[in-house]
Structure formats: structure tokens, C-alpha cells
């Protein structure tokens, strides 16, 4: 990238002389390979001396201002944003289990954040999903029990919404436990490798749809939402595992191109009773996404024919006696139509937002449940990412390429599509990543020239702090002669706390 650059320009100067092109060509190759003469595929892929430094992640508690991590010492903690204040949560001597101590490799709260889900000894089935052996720990009481020593590993355990329960997936089928009694009951009984697949999704979802979480709550806790996967036509693929003296032949389900997929159907478990009822969604080759309401008992969900050009949304309103489900918005092309990511029911409890690009661009639409349909954003680029809502204060934050095709920055705007504002000004690479509750988010910035540097900020773009800069990348680049140096809308100095070019 830099050879062409530093070729663009040498051109750009001499168009006039044409017969002198070809001798600055190669002059201008020549002083990039003078400067860089000295760079490797070994130092830049083995040794990764130019390799950025990055923030981090922070799983955020309820109050929107505090977070937790491992820390050095295994420890789980709690810290503050503003001043870093740290709590121990639950100590490392307390993660012990028949005698031995508890690796944690990752870990969720329920809903009040009195109660902690771990899990350790993760073992990947593909490229995201794994299956673990989970914990659980009380914080109140400091207990600490294994999630089900029966039926172990398991997957994709969750908290039921009032915390008196934990779902979770054990050989394809779905299992719930009473956190109260210790009683274990398996919802499900038909789950089977490469037959049926309950609750968690097949190699074509997990790789084509990125999803493999395949079940949800309601909000109330009296329903569960579940995909069941029959794969028992799909034909099968083999392959040579190796690692042992001798490889092991692995056969999993596999459609290639025109092969038969999965037999997708939406079910409703009633949790109380066990009771299980299979919900009609007319003609549809995939359900890619379902997402219950945080305060109803709605759920919608997203079907698409195999052509991927005819999107489906379906409500299913449990709230009253009687299911009643509604097809609520159709979307269709004649080459196709993206799935979306942000399936986010408002908590006006009649709409919900999507992005589309049925305007020819990438944009941001309010669709009711009546299937009006409102754009919130509108222009001649793209929103290259949807990064949430704040509906306290019913602003929307969203990255887009507004600045340029190569550039992308931060903005925000109000759900009624007023009140538009650029959050990083400075032209280049914005990348923002909002932290739980809406108030902070972590803010990467970089440049051809500029290692990424990031920055704490709150919502409204006023930094925090700066958490990594990445000075000593910036200088070894500084020494190695890899700058060039362009006009200032690309090649400029970052000040963090401006977040202005200066």
C-alpha cells in the first residue's frame, strides 16, 4: 500500500513529462525500498514487531459505570471507570473444586448481578461455538456449585430473567435447572449428533449466519424460544483430524451447493409444564434470527427463502391467553437481502429497528408492528454499523462512511432522525465499541500513518482517558522510515483529547 503511494505521487508530479515518467517510477520505488529494505515477512508476520496494541474489552455492570475482568491473579473484579477503584467480586481461593483450582475462562451475571455463571475448559466444536464445564457462585452466600456433573460439558448455559433457573444445551438437547431445588429437567428428548439439534444451531447457521445461540427467554420467564434442527437428510462430510500418531476421521453434516439443508422449525416451550408447541411460519427455507422484547412477552423472528432475497419478520405475542402470531414486514430484492444483526424491539412495545439497504445505500429504519416503515438516517453512503440505542435519551450511535468510501466515523442522531452529530470529526478509521448501558464507549482511531490509539469516552464524545496510544509502535514506524507523507486529510498528528486534527 505504501509502494503505491509513493508511485501515485512521483506520477502526479511529472504528468506534464511524460518520457520521465517511467525514471521517477522507478526512482520513487527505489527510495521506498531504500527506507524499507531493512523489512522482513519474518519481522513483520513472525516476530510481529509492528503489531498494534489494543484497549481490551469491558463487561459492563447494570449501573452503566463499572466493570469487571480477571485480573492478574485470577481474581474476579470489579472497577470503576472514573477512578478505577477496584473490588474483589469473588477470589481466586474461593474457585476451587474438588480440589483443584477453577480456571476461568469466561463468565456471565443474572439479571441483579447477585449471581455469577463460570465456566472452564472450553472445547471449540466449530469456529464460535464450544462447549465447557459451567459453575455457578452465588455472591451473597460465596457458594459455589457445579452447573450438572451428569450431564457435562455443556453449552450456552444462561440465567432465566428472575435468576431462579439456568438453561442450557447437553448433546443436542436442552436442559433446565431449578436453582431453588437442584432438580434437573431435559425439555427436549430427540436431540441427536448429526440428527437433531435443539436449542443451538448446525454448521450452516454458525458459518454462514454467525449465530449459535438458538434460544431465548421471555421476559417473564415462563416461555423459552427454540430452534430445532433435523439434519438427518443433510448429506454428510468426512475429514482427517490430525494430531495423535495416527488421524481420526470426523463426520459432521455438511450441505455443499444445491444439497438439502437442515429442516429449520421455531418452537415455544412453556417451562412450567414442559409443554411444547411448533410455530407455522409459512414457506421459508431459514430462521436466522429471533429475539424476545425486554419488557413483553414478544418475540420476533426472521425468515428467508434459500434464494436470500425475500426477508420475512414475524410477531409472536405471548402476553395474552392466546398466541397470536402476525407476519409484520416483508422485505424482498431481486438479488438479495441482507440479514440484520440489530434486531431491537423499542420499549414502545411497536416497533422495531433494522438496517436496509432497500434505498440502494445502507440506512437506519423504524418498522412498526403495523409494517409502516420511517428512515432515521438518509444519504448518498452507507451505515457501515449499527452501535446501539440509548432509549433513556432515545439517541442512536451508528459508524458510517459519511466522510468518504475510505473512511469511517462515529455519529450520533435521535430516533425521530433529528439532532445529527458527528461524534470524531478527525478524517480516517473511527472505531467505537459501546460499553453496557450507553454512557462510555471505547474509541480506536488510526491512520495509514497513525498506530490505532485508544481512548475512553463518554457517549457524547468527551474523553475519559487515553488507554492505549501505542507510542512505541508510532516511534519504531517514526525510525523505520514508513511514513509518506500526504495531504492532511489522511496524514495528519492525533490529539486524543480533542479528537480534533491539529
Known sequence: MLEVQSVYL????????KK????????????????????????????????????????MLNDGVSYTEINSTDDLVMRNLSDEKTTILISSKQLVWNNQAIAVAGYDFNSNEQKVLLWTAPKSIYRRSFEAFYFLYDLKTQKLEALDTVHAPQTLAEYSPDGTKVSYIHGNDIFIKDLNTGKVRKMTQDGKRNKIINGTTDWV?????????????????????????????????????????????????YPKAGEQN???????????????????????????????????????????????????????????????????YQEKSDTYVE?????????????????SEQSGYNHIYQIGFDGKTRAITSGSWDVIEFLGLDQTSQTIYYASAEPGAIYKSIYAIQLDGSNKRNLTPAIGYHHAEFLNGMKYFIHTYSTANTPPVSVLRM????????????????????????????????????????????
Not at 412450567?272 to 424476545?292: D, F, V
Open 10 to 17: 512521483s506520477c502526479q508530479i511529472i504528468q506534464p513529462m
Open 20 to 59: 520521465s515518467i517511467f525514471l521517477l517510477f522507478v526512482f520513487g520505488a527505489s527510495i521506498f525500498y531504500s527506507n524499507a529494505q531493512n523489512l522482513t515477512v519474518e519481522r513483520i508476520w513472525k516476530n510481529y514487531e509492528f503489531g498494534a496494541k489494543g484497549a481490551g474489552s469491558y463487561q
Open 205 to 253: 447457521y454458525e458459518e454462514e449466519f454467525a449465530i449459535t445461540k438458538a434460544y431465548g427467554w421471555s421476559p417473564d420467564g415462563q416461555y423459552l424460544a427454540f430452534l430445532k434442527f433435523d439434519e438427518r437428510e443433510v448429506p454428510q462430510f468426512q475429514m482427517a483430524m490430525y494430531g495423535e500418531l495416527y488421524p481420526e476421521q470426523y463426520t459432521y453434516k
Open 262 to 328: 437442515s429442516k429449520v422449525t421455531l418452537n415455544l416451550l412453556q417451562v412450567s409444564s414442559g409443554k411444547i408447541q411448533q410455530i407455522g411460519l409459512g414457506e421459508y427455507e431459514y430462521i436466522p434470527r429471533l429475539n424476545w422484547s425486554k419488557t413483553a412477552n414478544q418475540l420476533v423472528v426472521q425468515t428467508m427463502n434459500r434464494h436470500q432475497n425475500e426477508l420475512n419478520y414475524w410477531l409472536l405475542d405471548c402476553s395474552g391467553k392466546q398466541l397470536v402470531k402476525k407476519n409484520i
Open 339 to 355: 440479514v440484520d444483526d440489530n434486531l431491537l424491539i423499542l420499549n414502545d412495545g411497536q416497533s422495531f429497528l433494522r438496517c
Open 459 to 502: 457517549a457524547n464524545g468527551q474523553q475519559i482517558r487515553v488507554l492505549e496510544d501505542n507510542a512505541a509502535l508510532a516511534a519504531k514506524m517514526k525510525n523505520e522510515k514508513l511514513n509518506i507523507n500526504l495531504d492532511c486529510k489522511s496524514d495528519c498528528s492525533y490529539n486524543p483529547s480533542s479528537n480534533f486534527i491539529f
